[in-house]
């Protein structure tokens, strides 16, 4: 279970790193894309009894300025 929980946290990692570089060169498209595979992610976290909400509280999926 310790391997899936760091594939699924580096997975949410990665999709919000290409979700912002995505926003920031203006490709909506791709954002949107990456937006839902975070989304995915999140869901397949709670299914499994992962909860992110400690890992992730400080965390904005709104790009950073």
């Known amino acids: 279970m310790r391997e899936f ?9 990665d999709a919000i790193t290409a979700m912002r570089r995505a926003h920031a060169v203006g490709d909506d498209d ?6 839902g595979e975070v ?3 999140v869901e ?3 299914r499994n009894g992962i909860d992110l909400g400690t890992c ?7 790009p950073t300025a």
């Open 5 to 13: 929980m760091l594939t699924l946290h580096l997975r949410i990692h």
């Open 30 to 35: 791709l954002a949107t894309s990456q937006a």
């Open 39 to 41: 989304e995915d992610l």
């Open 44 to 46: 397949l976290a709670a």
């Open 56 to 62: 992730y509280d400080s965390l904005s999926l709104a």
